[in-house]
């Protein structure tokens, strides 16, 4: 009889060790598909992946755990493009209470919850909520990224849009021009690692780096047509705009419609 007792919990085991397998893979999943329907712009679609995936959290997890927050967040932002602000307000809220419950959350999910509600408050026109907020969100994605990242430069630029629409120009600007250097020095070293320089070249020259880089990738591209490339280097009235641009060039999957121009 023992025995029996013990083939049949050890079966029971096995199948609840599939079961949370499964709904683990399943919440992958839903967040990559809602993730993806997102970024394309696509909302209302997002809405059935960002549901299924608060359910099955739900039920691997329980109600109000810290593991809830990334479907409350990307439910939140499906609403958001949906200008669903009484749904947003509510899943954000559920999504605070939760962190609150949960003082182990780390920087990450801080840095999540507070651009999430910054982005509420810009649009329920509450301006000075929603600096408080992307303040928080820089200092936590610095803690999570370092502070030169590009996900916190993200935090930045939504600051930098608060502060133009408040009138004050020039901190609005500061802030994009920290956005522009961010991503102008992440995208120099993507490319220094995959574009193989001579050895007897300074690479710390940007006329030098950004004219070798248009010219490898006008050799090599089957994406841009040559001419479209011409068109941008006489375009290009410095060789630091010429860096900037062989930068953009160089992204996979650019193909202009018409010969491109910088201004």
Not at 75 to 80: F, G, I, V, Y
Not at 111 to 122: E, Y
Not at 140 to 148: K, N, Q, R, V
Not at 245 to 256: E, K, T
């Amino acid at each position: 009889m023992n025995s029996y007792v013990i083939v049949l919990s050890q079966h029971r085991a096995k199948l609840i060790w599939v079961w949370l397998l499964a709904q683990t893979k399943l919440i992958e999943i839903c967040r990559l598909v809602a993730q993806s329907k997102l970024s394309e712009g696509k909302h209302e679609e997002a809405l059935p992946a960002a549901h299924c995936l608060l359910y099955t959290s739900i039920d691997v997890h329980g109600p109000n755990t810290i593991q809830l927050i990334p479907a409350y967040l990307l439910l939140a932002e499906a609403n958001m493009g949906l200008d669903n602000l009484a749904a947003v307000a509510e899943l954000l809220s559920q999504a605070e209470w939760a962190v609150l419950k949960s003082p182990e959350s780390g920087p990450l999910i801080q840095h999540q919850l507070h651009r999430s509600l910054g982005r509420f408050h810009t649009s329920a026109g509450n301006l000075e909520d929603a600096l408080y907020h992307f303040a928080n969100d820089i200092y936590f994605a610095s803690e999570e990224y370092g502070l030169d990242s590009i996900a916190t430069s993200k935090g930045y630029f939504l600051m930098a849009d608060i502060f133009v629409r408040q009138g004050k120009v020039l901190i609005g600007r500061s802030l994009y021009s920290k956005v522009a250097q961010t991503w102008h020095n992440h995208l120099s070293g993507l490319l220094k690692t995959h574009v193989k320089i001579p050895q007897n070249c300074d690479v710390s020259s940007d006329s030098f780096y950004g004219a070798y880089c248009l010219i490898n990738y006008v050799k090599q591209s089957s994406n841009i047509k040559t001419k479209h490339i011409l068109t941008i280097l006489r375009a290009a009235e410095n060789t630091e705009k010429c860096h900037h641009l062989s930068i953009l060039c160089h992204a996979p999957n650019v193909q202009p419609r018409a010969p491109l121009t910088y201004k």
